[in-house]
């Protein structure tokens, strides 16, 4: 075939030019847009590997915007935290002045109205806001955390800043955990709240003091304490009884009577009363001591626990008979409290002789005995009315779950708060007995008794026995180890609000009776535990409320296996923080003047301002601990930050090398392109001009 003029064009200029000419837009393209690429059909690999890089980019974006939000959360929180300590500080160096026994009146009263001036300080920070939102409420921000009555009303949950794949950073610290928070390394103090006085240096008529001090000491005798009517000091017959109740450190309960001696120290009762918590002569369980009020003090050896508590009465019989010798304790109600009445031959007791010792007061009323006659308060333990303010029943005592030290909640078996350990039936709660009485929301008085058993759970008032029915199916009464705190609340409410059910043991009419209880009052667990009933539809409720076990007030029964109200310790010191709560309980004892807790005036319940030192620097280590915590989260955050921007940098730098042109590439291509191009050019112009010769 002859190859002619026209073949030999098209293939030197048609196929390169279009080539050339593609190759010349190409790098044009890339130099003007500063891309490698437009599409991803001009090359797949490098756009697969420009989005994987954008989508990193937009990943550490996202980070970048979530760190910083959390840091401000976090710093300001920091901020707070700081004003915190510095306040409590200041509030310190008050209670240390107040403490100071040179204080009159006008200076302590001073010293407290600037207390209360710092805890509306205090509640003020607490109260704090970002944004509009709140820092202290947990995840509920639109909530103000603390109430005018220091109760919390946020929620414990965590918020956190998105800081990498599958990586989160915690930014605030919730009130829960700021207010309500337990510190495991804490343990639990309680006192008694009677200062004790050497009653035999009081009048020394009776013969040879051996106190050097007004307050009892340690070597004090028995008969120092609890005084005598003679100059006789008897060394033979154990005359004094101590009848002691309380909880040790594993949530055991105890009975236990100590009998002693005139010439008996009172140190070797405190070790008595400490072998009843677990010491031996190995192992110390608890300290039990003695201030310089002379109460005594129990402090728990084992951290983290809120469970030991305390309660003792002590009784003599001057006459030498056996009335101080009892069994049930409210046989001491015939006696006197008051050993001066006794001295001076002014007592109304029927029986006069019989000084019955009074450890702790609580202004309870007893619940077998609505109007306080022929009852010595301090003989009551468990058997108290709940307290009452308004339309509010409270009990005293927190439900604690034994295995955790967690509060009690509604589905809170009883089982894993009460002490199994005691009979009737050790290891179950199978045939515990509750009594329940009081003055229900339209004045009628009820009694009622609570029977927990295996075979089905029920309660008994006015002659009738109702099924406590469990949630299973088919509906039966509910088993006493399955029982919860709900279902006990639930025979509360319908008991307390006279909404009995219809039948004693249809499922149906139980739980109309306890939907309609719902209409006139509510009972449920507080925040910190307790037992409470509020009368709906009155600001000022006429009921009374007392819930005990059947075995309370009989020293010769097992010990209690619940125990809901008491007039039992005051608390010093525990694992669990309650920040308000505690501040308020600071502040009365400057209010009442009262250095040592002391039952004789003011608040009964006063904590004493000692006591309120030890209560400052347990906050005050508190407060450090969770500023410690938000001073991590904000290193954490800052260092997640740090470590995003440069990853940022990282990632954009090897972007641009994937994507971005080369121009110094892309303008040496051009230039070879353009070179050829021209070549090509010339090429094809000197093959034309020879067509041409030939041509012609």
Avoid: C, W
Wanted: proline share 2%.
């Amino acid at each position: 075939m002859r190859v002619t003029s026209s073949m030999y064009y098209n293939s030197l200029y048609g196929a390169n030019n279009s080539k050339l000419s593609q190759n010349l837009f190409d790098v044009n393209k890339q130099i003007a847009s500063g891309l490698q690429i437009q599409y991803a059909k001009d090359n797949v690999r490098t756009f697969a590997e420009t989005m994987r890089l954008d989508n990193e980019l937009a990943t550490l974006g996202q980070v970048k915007m979530s760190t910083q939000s959390g840091y401000k959360v976090s710093n300001q929180t920091d901020v707070i935290l700081n004003e915190f300590e510095t306040t409590m500080n200041r509030m310190r160096t008050l209670l240390l002045q107040a403490a100071n026994g040179t204080n009159d009146a006008t200076s302590l009263d001073s010293v407290a109205k600037e207390l209360r001036g710092i805890e509306s300080h205090f509640k003020g920070l607490a109260n704090s806001s970002i944004n509009g939102q709140y820092l202290f409420s947990g995840t509920a921000v639109d909530i103000k955390p603390i109430a005018d009555d220091g109760t919390y009303m946020g929620n414990d949950k965590s918020m956190n800043s998105f800081t990498g794949s599958k990586t989160q950073q915690q930014y605030n610290i919730s009130g829960g955990d700021l207010f309500l928070g337990e510190e495991v390394l804490v343990r639990r103090e309680i006192t008694s709240n009677v200062p004790q006085e050497n009653l035999i240096r009081k009048y020394p008529a009776l013969g040879l003091p051996t106190a050097n001090t007004t307050h009892m000491n340690p070597d004090n005798s028995i008969r120092d304490l609890m005084g005598d009517t003679d100059n006789v000091i008897d060394t033979v017959n154990a005359k004094h009884h101590f009848y002691l109740r309380g909880t040790k450190s594993d949530g055991t309960a105890f009975n236990k009577k100590i009998s002693m001696r005139d010439d008996e120290k009172v140190d070797e009762l405190l070790i008595q009363i400490g072998n009843a918590y677990g010491n031996t002569p190995a192992l110390k369980l608890v300290n039990v001591t003695l201030n310089q009020s002379g109460q005594i003090v129990v402090e728990d050896k084992i951290k983290g626990s809120s469970q030991i508590d305390f309660h003792m009465v002590g009784a003599v019989d001057f006459t030498g008979g056996a009335a101080a010798n009892v069994t049930n304790l409210d046989a001491l109600g015939v006696g006197e409290s008051d050993f001066d009445r006794i001295m001076l031959s002014t007592s109304t007791a029927t029986n006069p002789n019989l000084h019955v010792k009074e450890f702790i007061k609580s202004s309870l009323t007893s619940a077998g005995d609505v109007a306080g006659t022929n009852i010595i308060e301090g003989t009551v333990y468990d058997r108290t009315q709940f307290s009452k303010n308004g339309s509010t029943l409270s009990s005293s005592v927190p439900q604690i779950v034994k295995a955790d030290n967690s509060f009690a909640a509604g589905s809170t078996k009883l089982s894993e708060v009460a002490d199994i350990s005691q009979l009737p039936n050790v290891g179950s709660l199978d045939a515990t007995q509750f009594k329940l009485t009081g003055i229900n929301v339209i004045g009628v008085a009820y009694d009622v008794q609570i029977d927990l058993a295996t075979a089905g759970s029920t309660f008994t008032v006015g002659g009738n026995t109702y099924d406590i029915f469990n949630m299973g199916t088919p509906r039966v009464a509910v088993a006493a180890d399955d029982m919860t705190y709900q279902q006990l609340m639930d025979v509360v409410n319908m008991v307390v609000t006279n909404n009995l059910p219809s039948t004693t043991n249809v499922a149906t009419d139980y739980d109309n009776a306890v939907k309609a209880s719902k209409f006139n009052g509510n009972t449920f667990l507080s925040y910190d535990g307790k037992l409470k009933f509020q009368d709906i539809g009155t600001s000022s409720t006429q009921a009374t409320m007392a819930l005990h076990d059947t075995n309370s007030g009989d020293i010769s029964n097992p010990a209690s296996v619940m125990t809901f109200n008491a007039n039992n310790g005051l608390t010093v010191r525990d694992p669990k923080t309650d920040f308000f709560k505690t501040l308020n309980e600071m502040i009365i004892a400057v209010e009442n003047h009262k250095l040592y807790p002391d039952s004789s005036g003011g608040v009964i319940r006063n904590v004493g301002i000692e006591n309120a030192i030890t209560m400052m620097d347990d906050l005050q280590d508190h407060v450090f601990r969770a500023h410690s915590l938000v001073g991590s989260q904000s290193n954490a955050l800052t260092m997640a930050q740090e470590r995003t921007e440069l990853l940022e940098i990282s990632t954009s730098t090897l972007r641009s090398a994937v994507i971005d042109t080369d121009l110094a590439k892309a303008s040496l291509t051009l230039t070879q392109l353009t070179l050829n191009y021209e070549a090509m050019l010339s090429t094809v112009g000197k093959v034309s001009k020879l067509n041409l010769v030939n041509y012609l």
